[in-house]
């Protein structure tokens, strides 16, 4: 879907390309490097993975003098292009300088990164920055474990930028001096923050955490500001005690009724104080059509809905974006966050950035339930692309806080067989559960389902035992090696039981007639006999032929044949007979 091209087929295409002044490239490093190419005039976006070489990395292209292994998968809308780079910052530059040169564009837009892979990482990444441009749009670094000198470094380069996020874990007795002119500057972990370093910001926005300024320092800065044409349109810091008659000393103030209310947009959502909360709370009865759904995939992702009135709401988990320009507080941190709302759908999409997704995954989603008095989530969908436990840690968190779960789906290529487990195990406690799951050809395991719907793919792994402990509505298994003479003691399991199940169909080994109903009575129906039968989830499917079997209540069944040899499918609907 993508090519690195030869110099002869990039100098055509720029040749007859114009520039493309809506194209954004975003760069990105945590543990990998990450480049994405988005358009606001487009949807779908691209994304360049600079990580560790990956099983599907079948293909290779040449980028410098290198070549690079690298695989291509599409999400949705999205492409995300996985390349190895052994120096996985020196391949960020080098695929980022790349893609500039290509879709001709002067500037990178955009830089996130920690100090997680490297202390060093975020000073080497900012260097290569300015030796290539003059100024940075927009930039969120975290650093838990870099030094004062890197740390002075960030700081006197913020002068360039326009908006910028900064979370600096520095030692006690750091101290610098800075300036900053742009639109919005946040700093946490502010201890070191001084009114000289006050003084030289003039932004829009402006919010400083873990600062110790004094009221002293805050009147002076005061007065600064009513002495100057500062930019200044919102002020958050955080301080030692507020002392208003220090604080005000000298100025002219008028003091509002606490009932006197104006409007000032900011941001467009606030998680709102308990005191609010509460309030909200007392009006408004519990709604009971209300759905919370979550996501893990690359991202976490919070789909609240309302069946009744037709509403959504998407709560993102993820990587900071350029529209964070606010922050909201949830428990003990600040997020970036944004908001978006699709006209006609009614949709409000909400971003919030946490540095661990899985655990803002779950603060966001307890916070949502309280506040809208929702006992239980309502769906999981899960992958292993995070992280290869993610699966087991979130149904975790989710049995330690509610008994069962409605509807569960995961799909894992890269997960282990403990984890499959894990999972197996508690499928138990779900009504809807989906299994993809990529486990070695050993992998054993006994379970339990009772619930509405099972469904599980590449199902090598699933026994006759493992069968004979289902009993749901509607069953699904793909790539069993189940025989016919298994198959045949399930059937006559069926026979002998009051199992609820409604539509069965199994993937299996060649289906053998004479072994699949040996010692049951069956009677074939003629190739042109038709019947409707309803499915459980209410589509009405035609029935043709078959063979029909009886259970000892008098239920009848139908096992969906026609007879051909080599079928593999196994497929039996029961009848309702009221």
């Known amino acids: 879907m993508l090519s690195m091209c030869s110099k002869r087929t990039h100098r055509l295409i720029k040749a007859s390309c114009p520039k493309r002044d809506d194209l954004k490239i975003e760069v990105f490093f945590e543990k990998e490097g990450r480049i994405n190419i988005s358009s606001d005039q487009e949807d779908g976006d691209i994304w360049f993975y600079i990580t560790e070489p990956m099983l599907d990395m079948f293909h290779s292209v040449k980028i410098g003098d290198s070549d690079c292994p690298m695989s291509i998968e599409r999400n949705e809308e999205e492409y995300l292009i996985n390349l190895f780079f052994e120096d996985k910052i020196e391949g960020l530059k080098t ?24 202390p060093q990482a975020p000073q080497i990444i900012i260097e290569w920055i300015f030796n ?18 890197v740390a002075k470094y960030l700081l006197d380069k913020c002068r360039f930028m326009d908006i910028a996020h900064l979370d600096l874990k520095v030692t006690p007795v750091f101290q610098t001096d800075f300036s900053f002119e742009g639109a919005s500057f946040i700093l946490k972990q502010a201890q070191w923050f001084t009114l000289d370093n006050l003084l030289s910001i003039n932004c829009l926005e402006l919010e400083v955490r873990g600062s110790i300024l004094l009221n002293v320092g805050m009147n002076s800065f005061l007065k600064h500001w009513m002495t ?134 779950k603060t966001v989603s307890d916070y949502l339930c309280s506040f809208f008095e929702v006992d239980n989530i309502h769906s999981v969908y899960v992958n292993s692309l995070l992280k290869p436990y993610a699966p087991q840690i979130l149904m975790e968190w989710i049995l330690n806080r509610q008994e069962r779960l409605y509807h569960f789906m995961t799909e894992c290529k890269n997960t282990s067989d403990t984890v499959a487990e ?145 079928e593999k499918t196994f497929c039996m609907v029961v009848w309702n007979n009221e």
């Not at 695929?95 to 490297?118: G, Q």
């Not at 100024?135 to 838990?144: A, K, P, S, T, Y």
């Open 95 to 118: 695929v980022s300088d790349y893609l500039c040169s290509f879709f001709k564009i002067n500037n990178i837009n955009s830089v996130h990164v920690n100090s997680k892979e490297n």
């Open 132 to 149: 290539r441009q003059e100024r940075l749009h927009d930039v969120i670094i975290i650093c838990e474990n870099t030094s004062d000198t």
């Open 228 to 361: 100057s044409n500062l930019w200044l349109r919102y002020v958050s810091i955080d301080m030692n005690v507020m002392v208003p008659h220090v604080l005000f000393s000298g100025i002219p103030v008028i003091q509002q009724e606490e009932d006197f209310r104006r409007d000032y947009r900011r941001t467009m959502l606030s998680m709102c104080s308990k005191r609010t909360r509460r309030l909200i709370k007392a009006f408004c009865p519990k709604r009971d059509d209300m759905k919370i759904a979550i996501y893990l995939i690359r991202e976490g992702r919070i789909h609240i809905s309302n069946d009744r009135r037709k509403e959504d709401i998407w709560f993102y988990i993820t990587s900071p974006t350029l529209k964070m320009l606010h922050s909201v507080e949830i428990g003990d941190s600040f997020c970036p966050i944004s908001l978006e709302k699709r006209i006609p759908e009614e949709e409000y999409s909400i971003y919030l950035f946490f540095e661990d997704k899985i655990e803002g995954l």
């Open 422 to 566: 894990n999972l197996l195990d508690k499928c138990r406690f779900m009504d809807i559960a989906h299994f993809n799951l990529e486990l070695t050809p050993n992998f054993k395991t006994s379970f339990e389902f009772g619930g509405a719907c099972l469904s599980v793919k590449k199902g090598h792994w699933l026994t006759i035992d493992n069968l004979l402990n289902i009993n749901c509505l509607v069953l699904n298994i793909s790539g069993s090696i189940l025989t016919s003479m298994e198959m045949n003691v399930f059937l006559k399991h069926w026979m002998t039981t009051n199992l609820w199940l409604r539509y069965v169909s199994i993937n299996m080994n060649v289906m053998v007639q004479e072994v699949l109903f040996s010692g049951i009575p069956v009677i074939q129906q003629e190739d042109d006999f038709r019947r409707d039968y309803r499915r459980p989830c209410g589509r009405v499917i035609e029935i043709t032929g078959g063979f029909d079997i009886t259970r000892n209540d008098g239920t009848t069944a139908t096992i969906i044949h026609d007879g051909t040899l080599g």
